[in-house]
């Protein structure tokens, strides 16, 4: 499943990895690609989740995704930091990957980044792939 080339990846494992399981789909072949022109540009942690925002990066206009605006989701995460588990939401916006969401399901989500979580695809035609860390 490798889309993201780790010569230009410009975020963390964490995030590659729920990026990955999103847009794990034949219709997203363009968004798979784009994977490798976003970085990261502005985290915005909430008690509840945290959104972060991609800056794109020259070249993704080569992989315009078909659908305009429209939101991915089917990954849920569970961790030892989340008490009741979570889920992804990507976000795409003019027919760019522009900010990802991540939530908790109690509304209670640490201010930092997960290290050891399980990554699970939910939606009914998924490969229903897991990534586990336990780092």
Same mark, same amino acid.
Request: hydrophobic share 35%; net charge negative; proline share 1%.
């Given at each position: 499943m490798?889309y ?12 590659k990895?729920?990026l990955e ?8 072949t363009?968004?798979q690609?784009?994977?490798n022109?976003i ?9 509840q989740?945290?959104?972060?925002r ?14 305009d605006?429209?939101?991915i989701?089917?990954? &849920?995460?569970?961790?030892p930091?989340?008490r009741l588990? =979570? *889920? ?5 916006s @003019?027919? #760019? &990957? ?8 109690? =509304? *209670?989500?640490?201010?930092e980044?997960? @290290?050891? #979580?399980?990554?699970?695809?939910v939606?009914?035609?998924s490969s229903?792939l897991?990534i586990?860390?336990?780092?």
């Open positions: 490798d993201i080339d780790y010569r230009k990846m410009k975020y963390s494992l964490f995030i990895n729920l399981l999103l847009v794990d789909d034949v219709a997203m363009n968004l690609q784009q994977l022109y970085e990261i540009g502005n985290i915005d942690y909430t008690s989740g945290v959104f972060i991609f800056k794109r990066i020259t070249g993704i206009e080569s992989f315009k995704f078909s659908k605006d429209c939101v989701n089917g990954v &849920i995460i569970t961790s930091q989340l588990g =979570g *889920e992804a939401i990507l976000h795409i @003019k027919n #760019y &990957i522009d900010y990802l969401e991540i939530y908790s399901y109690d =509304g *209670e989500y640490p201010k980044e997960l @290290k050891t #979580y399980t990554l699970k695809q939606w009914q035609s229903m897991e586990h860390n336990n780092s």
